[in-house]
């Protein structure tokens, strides 16, 4: 299972990289919590507060699933001014 992974504004800063391309041998049922990504990709155990996240450029939860060949992007909270 391959998914490409996104980090975008102070997280990519943060990070260090753009983005990853994250291969999941051990997904249940071909699926894998965005939580569980997230610690896979970045190899943190916890996510940032207010952390923001789409799949397949469509905004959803931190408890969503993916699957092979999804697009998931993290961006940091937004701020306006």
């Known amino acids: 299972?391959?998914?490409k992974?996104?980090?975008?504004a102070s997280l990519r800063e943060e990070?260090?990289?753009?983005?990853?391309?994250?291969?999941i041998s051990d997904a249940n049922n071909g699926s894998v919590q965005v939580t569980q990504l997230w610690m896979?990709?970045?190899g943190r155990d916890s996510l940032p507060d207010e952390l923001l996240?789409?799949?397949n450029q469509e905004y959803t939860s931190i408890d969503?699933?993916?699957k092979d060949g999804d697009e998931v992007a993290f961006f940091?909270?937004?701020t306006g001014g």
Do not use: C, Q
């Open 53 to 55: 996240v789409a799949v």
């Open 1 to 3: 299972m391959s998914i």
């Open 76 to 78: 940091p909270p937004v």
């Open 64 to 66: 969503a699933f993916v």
């Open 15 to 23: 990070i260090g990289r753009a983005s990853d391309k994250i291969d």
């Open 5 to 8: 992974v996104l980090y975008f």
């Open 40 to 42: 896979k990709a970045t």
